[in-house]
T-cell receptor
């Protein structure tokens, strides 16, 4: 079963818009929540990550909002640009397992129209 | 510096044949992961290697899948008696233990089973 649920599956916004991608999880042992960006033909690359001790983290135009009680987190892209068009994956992992393998959402294909 | 490399980039094989996929992690990275990316399914964890410890094989979908890591560096994922449902992109990632969870991904091997 999918341990991390992601929505929407696809998203189209105009340049300058603020796309929002949402993820939800059930496993309360998860303690690391990264977002990966993937361009066609490339492997995913880490964009930004958050731990449960903070409710928000911002890096440049990318912001993660984290709601521990609701077990949800989201990615906001401010002033989106056509170059942001890619597939975005949320993920989660836990130190407790020792392996730290990532459980990924199913991805959101973002298109930013010029 | 050099990132994670994978070979081949594309592999087409006939159903029932065995295939080997190779991953060269970033030099000095002690942990190595294999994931499978199927269309619309996100990334699925397969196996994890950490130093000289026994690998975590909990994500392997069947006994037709196996992997080894020689000398703590290069890893090979082997799929025996390939089936059409094995068609996917196989991604390798590495990380340096103790420096957080960031996993660096290779570009993947696209496997097509005909």
């Amino acid at each position: 079963q999918q341990q991390v649920k992601q929505s929407p599956q696809s998203l189209i916004v105009q340049k300058g818009g603020i796309p929002i991608i949402n993820c939800a999880y059930e496993n309360t042992a998860f303690d690391y929540f990264p977002w990966y960006q993937q361009f066609p033909g490339k492997g995913p690359a880490l964009l930004i990550a958050i731990r449960p001790d903070v409710s928000e983290k911002k890096e440049g135009r990318f912001t993660i909002s984290f709601n521990k009680s609701a077990k949800q987190f989201s990615l906001h892209i401010m002033d989106s640009q056509p170059g942001d068009s890619a597939t975005y994956f949320c993920a989660a992992s836990s130190d407790q397992t020792g392996a730290n393998n990532l459980f990924f959402g199913t991805g959101t294909r973002l298109t930013v129209i010029p | 510096g050099a990132g994670v490399s994978q070979s081949p980039s594309n592999k087409v094989t006939e159903k029932g044949k065995d295939v080997e996929l190779r991953c060269d992690p970033i030099s000095g990275h002690t942990a190595l992961y294999w994931y499978r990316q199927s269309l619309g399914q996100g990334l699925e964890f397969l196996i994890y290697f950490q130093g000289n410890s026994a690998p975590d094989k909990s994500g392997l979908p069947s006994d037709r899948f196996s992997a080894e890591r020689t000398g703590g560096s290069v890893s090979t994922l082997t799929i025996q008696r390939t089936q059409q449902e094995d068609s996917a992109v196989y991604l390798c990632a590495s990380t340096h233990w103790g420096q957080g969870h960031e996993q660096y991904f290779g570009p993947g091997t696209r496997l097509t089973v005909t």
